[in-house]
């Protein structure tokens, strides 16, 4: 499956911004998606994640709070509300999708998911 994400953008701190993911194929509904954000010097690192159905979300303790997934099925889209960002949120942002049979668990590490967007820079000043 082929992903775009955007959405990015410069915004002061406090502020607010809406990532979004589109996938290239109906299969969008059937994967777990995962947002990821590396940033300069820094390894990749989870955001958060979301099951097939939208049931399940899971974030990093750094965005818990601030931080919202969400999908939408029908249009193979999916979401990362970001509230409250801060410098350290600063980063490129990557989707990713987790093709692989669900198990009940969101994946949190970066090699479990197959399928990687172009990447959205953020950028929050202080």
């Known amino acids: 499956v082929q992903l775009q994400a955007f959405g990015g953008g410069l915004v002061q701190t406090g502020g607010s911004l809406r990532l979004s993911c589109a996938a290239s194929?109906?299969?969008?509904?059937?994967?777990?998606m995962g947002w990821f954000r590396q940033a300069p010097g820094k390894e990749r690192e989870f955001v958060a994640g979301?099951?097939?159905?939208?049931?399940?979300?899971s974030y990093a303790d750094s965005v818990k709070g601030r931080f919202t997934i969400s999908r939408d099925n029908a249009k193979n889209t999916v979401y990362l509300q970001m509230n409250s960002l801060k410098p350290e949120d600063t980063a490129v942002y990557y989707c990713?999708?987790?093709?692989?049979?669900?198990?009940?668990?969101?994946?949190?590490?970066?090699?479990?998911?197959?399928?990687w967007g172009q990447g959205t820079q953020v950028t929050v000043s202080s």
């Open positions: 194929e109906r299969t969008f509904s059937t994967y777990a």
């Open positions: 979301i099951s097939w159905g939208g049931g399940i979300t």
């Open positions: 990713a999708a987790d093709p692989t049979p669900w198990t009940g668990i969101i994946k949190t590490t970066a090699p479990a998911y197959h399928s």
